[in-house]
């Protein structure tokens, strides 16, 4: 069932980001990063970053950002409604658009937002394939300068919320998180198609690596590949 009652999404959005911050101030969060000026938490991280995760742990940038310069990338459709709010209350600055509504508006103000904001993309979103880069967040690295930084979670304790084309992973209380980041990938300015569809294999080929982090660290069998391009 869709909400759509104005009053009743953010009463939704209150208590999620209730929930979320009950839960996480009892989950311990280790993050493994041979480069910690990248993780924008560290106040010597200097610059600012695409930040790359697959759709399933969007929960976990959201219980874990402490900082006031993060955005994200939210769907337009009904379903990103009560997610947009609850970022709100975060501090978190939701940008609404997708691929299929809204992406032309979205990518103008992701572009602006880049000069002085972190921007955290899940690239398999909104609607899949599951755990499938797409081109959009290498073209918004091509135009903007800004390195991708690729995230993965693994948690010793979770719920999985089971979806339509995805799960939703949320960890449960006092569980261990652990957040594997890999060195940023630099996408070169102006790159035609085909250079596009190169740097979204090699983002593509980074995140796969670090599911087999979160695999080994979770004694699960990684994503085959068929499945990740599964609708």
């Known amino acids: ?15 999620s980001a209730l929930i979320i911050k009950t839960l996480f101030r009892t989950v311990k969060v280790r993050c493994h990063n041979d480069l910690p000026e990248t993780d924008p938490r560290n106040p010597e991280c200097d610059r600012f970053y695409l930040h790359c995760l697959w759709h399933e742990s969007i929960v976990m940038p959201v ?8 955005a994200g990338l939210v769907s337009r459709h009904q379903d990103g409604g009560i997610l947009a709010l609850t970022m709100k209350r975060f501090h978190i600055r939701a940008i609404r658009g997708s691929s299929s509504k809204g992406g032309t508006r979205a990518l103008k103000e992701l572009l602006t937002a880049t000069e002085s904001w972190h921007i955290t993309i899940t690239p398999d979103g909104p609607r899949g394939p599951r755990r499938a880069v797409k081109e959009g967040i290498i073209y918004l690295a091509s135009q903007s300068g800004n390195p991708i930084v690729c995230w993965a979670f693994a948690s010793n304790n979770a719920w999985v919320v089971r979806g339509s084309w995805t799960d939703l992973v949320v960890p449960k209380p006092f569980s261990t998180v652990d957040a594997f980041v890999a060195p940023p990938v630099v996408v070169p300015p102006g790159l035609d198609r085909a250079g596009i569809e190169t740097y979204r294999q090699r983002v593509q080929q980074v995140m796969e690596q670090l599911d087999e982090k979160v695999a080994r660290a979770t004694n699960a069998a990684p994503v085959a590949p068929q499945l990740r391009r599964a609708a």
């Open 1 to 15: 069932m869709k909400i759509r009652n104005p009053y009743l999404m953010r009463f939704g959005a209150w208590v």
């Open 63 to 70: 219980g874990i950002c402490t900082i006031k310069n993060m």
